[in-house]
């Protein structure tokens, strides 16, 4: 196997594992704080006011930062696929 096809391969491989890695935290992450905010519920006798406050918030942030970091990678590319042109 020649190098080019090495490296497409590895970078094949590194997009599935950040891809699952996003995938984990957007579904984890605001679940975690959605646990955080059921036992702070049970605590306080608010149900399910923390629950859905926490788990929305972290979600909406996490879908956030996600959409930040592909459009700086966006535009990463769109500079450097610039100045291969010119």
Known sequence: MDRRASTDRRD???GF????????EVVFTPFLFGLFGW???GRTHTRPLFALTFGIFVL???LWKLSKGYMNHMDAETRK????DE
């Open 12 to 14: 094949l491989y590194n």
């Open 17 to 24: 594992g950040d891809t699952m890695a996003r995938a984990f």
């Open 39 to 41: 036992w702070i519920d």
């Open 60 to 62: 909406l942030y996490t």
């Open 81 to 84: 696929a610039l100045h291969r």
